[in-house]
């Protein structure tokens, strides 16, 4: 028998409650790893800088990742059975996760010298994860169907490898 949501558990997957803002609980779950990397860029900390401010970035959006994975997979099924149905919209860890992969190794300038150029590319890494979050293309509408936490899971990480793929290939043809 599945188990219900802790508090705590209830608190992870929804990010930090933000699965419980409407309209778009997804998109409000995809925002920490943004405006983390949005507020380190502001401070001059960019994901392309010196090695240790770049692998800083790197830790922290891999921290990121995989701590909201693993919030996904332990506590998954309890949040089916929570909330009533596969892969609940209030559920946003995995957008989390998937966000925090598309801004991996983000193509900005070297120490923010093109502020427009770096707010550019922030905001199209969230809007092209967004746009494969909800698509779902191939293979991510397959790895849905999986069972419990690893299918609330999975296609979101793909959708984030999809943006960052396609983010970087607009910005090498753009350079």
């Keep these: 028998m599945r188990r219900a949501l802790t508090r705590t558990q209830e608190l992870l997957l929804t990010s930090l409650w933000l699965g419980k803002l409407r309209p778009a609980p997804g998109t409000w779950g995809s925002l920490p790893p943004v405006m983390l990397t949005g507020v380190m860029m502001s401070a001059g900390l960019s994901p392309r800088g010196s090695s240790p401010v770049m692998a800083l970035h790197i830790v922290l959006l891999l921290a ?8 996904c997979i332990w506590a998954g099924d309890g949040a089916e059975t929570h909330f009533g149905k596969k892969d609940p919209g209030s559920v946003t860890a995995d957008e989390t996760a998937g966000m925090a992969i598309t801004l991996l190794w983000l193509p900005v300038s070297v120490n923010g010298a093109n502020g427009w150029w770096d ?9 092209l994860f967004r746009v494969f979050d909800i698509l779902k293309l191939f293979p991510a509408g397959r ?5 419990g ?3 609330i899971l999975l296609d979101d990480l793909v959708a984030g490898v999809q943006a960052w793929v396609v983010l970087h290939v607009g ?3 753009l350079a």
């Design 64 to 71: 990121i990742a995989a701590a909201f994975s693993a919030v």
């Design 119 to 127: 707010a550019g590319v922030l905001v199209v890494a969230f809007l």
């Design 143 to 147: 790895l849905q169907r999986v069972a």
């Design 149 to 151: 936490g690893w299918g």
């Design 171 to 173: 910005a090498a043809m």
